[in-house]
């Protein structure tokens, strides 16, 4: 992987510039590294745009390889704040478009900027379980993904993806910068657009939005392996 010293030198430049180097090194990194296989491109077509993409998270690399699989429709990637405040991984963020928010945290201003792209037409990727798993198998998901989906009633398609926790596993430590690429099958599932059940009047809201998650998730978890749906097997 790119180092830090070299990253923060790239990101000196101007910006047309920096774009320009991000995108050929991560195509360099992803062209040598990961040989991806993409199923389900076909439910991409005449879909109800704008949509929100929701996928499981193993890696850093898992937006830059959705990034080249969703080329068509062009999402905007839901990312963390500290990957844009890192010399490395902010050359990731240069690569593709992103909007920020802060995990762990009630982000009102971030929520309020995705609502509003979702509002103006722009379709989004959220990773629901709000980091990446270090089991390599689904978590259980914030209520974030619930807020945005009701709010802008714009329906969702679920991704599943494996192997990107192999193409660049997460440090043990912690240390994004120290992460490197490996040689690994990529394996990206599309699956097919669906919107939220309304509650019914008498469906207690707890129960509603527990029942409503668990669906979300599960229509993730039908597109990985047995041994990825985690929590939601």
Partial sequence: MISGTSAKIINMLPN??????????????????????????????????????????????????????????D?????????????????????????????????????????????????????PEGTRSRASSLMEAKKGILFIAKITGAPIIPIGIFGTEKLLPINKDGDMKAETFHYADVHINIGHQFELHKRAKEQDKKEYEEDTLKFIMKKIAELLPESYRGAYK
């Fill in 75 to 127: 999402p905007t990637f839901v990312a963390g704040e500290k990957l844009s405040n890192h010399a490395v991984t902010s050359i990731g963020v240069h690569v593709i478009k992103t909007t920020n928010i802060k995990p762990n945290t009630a982000d009102r201003e971030g929520l309020e900027k995705i609502i509003k792209l979702i509002k103006q037409g722009e379709s989004l990727l959220i990773f």
């Fill in 16 to 73: 047309k510039c920096v774009a320009y180097i991000s995108r050929k090194l991560i195509d360099s990194y992803l062209n040598k590294y990961a040989n991806i296989h993409i199923a389900g491109s076909e439910n991409l077509q005449g879909i109800q745009t704008p949509t929100i993409f929701i996928c499981n998270h193993l890696s850093n690399s898992d937006a830059l390889v959705l990034d080249k699989a969703l080329k068509k429709v």
